[in-house]
């Protein structure tokens, strides 16, 4: 995983492909690429038990999913573009390790809800998506580059933005 847009000394930071998304909530709570798996994963029952990445992923996925949640920091972020790598085969063992420690306990971490009702808010990098979703049921603009989807459920209101 990696950290969401603006995370500073988070390698390859961004929300969703980075190119559009500058900022995301689930409920008034940020969230980036953890986030938004936890939510998929947590609508069908699903926990995140493990999350692999630099330290500041690590710490945002803490965050969000508990102490429960295990984590494996396999680099330390230097700015969005470079890092203190740990060694690919010790990276591999450790996310190994990781794996087994998680799955030893498959209630550590309870799937992860936003809550209901939901609403998704969305801070674009520029208008071109706004322009694009402002007419879709549910989905209301609030300025020139920021959009909200209100629905009962997190995938209602996900939806709106992609089906």
């Known amino acids: 995983m990696h950290a969401r847009a603006g995370t500073e000394l988070?390698?390859?930071?961004?929300?969703?492909?980075g190119r559009d998304y500058q900022n995301l909530w689930f409920n008034g709570v940020a969230v980036g690429e953890t986030g938004i798996n936890a939510?998929?994963?947590?609508?069908?029952?699903?926990?995140?038990?493990l999350v692999t990445g630099?330290?500041?992923?690590?710490?945002?996925?803490?965050a969000l999913l508990g102490g429960g949640l295990t984590t494996v920091s396999v680099k330390r972020g230097l700015g969005s573009l470079s890092a203190r790598m740990i060694p690919p085969a010790r990276a591999r063992e450790l996310i190994e390790a990781g794996a087994r420690q998680a799955l030893s306990d498959l209630t550590a971490v309870a799937p992860w809800d936003p809550g209901s009702p939901c609403e998704i808010k969305?801070?674009?990098?520029?208008?071109?998506e706004p322009d694009r979703l402002r007419f879709?049921?549910?989905?209301?603009r609030l300025d020139g580059t920021s959009i909200v989807s209100r629905a009962d459920t997190w995938w209602d209101a996900w939806k709106q933005f992609y089906f």
């Open 10 to 17: 988070g390698v390859m930071n961004h929300t969703i492909s």
């Open 39 to 49: 939510a998929l994963c947590g609508t069908w029952g699903c926990p995140v038990l």
């Open 54 to 62: 630099d330290e500041a992923t690590c710490a945002e996925a803490s």
């Open 122 to 128: 969305v801070d674009y990098k520029g208008t071109r």
């Open 136 to 140: 879709r049921p549910g989905v209301e």
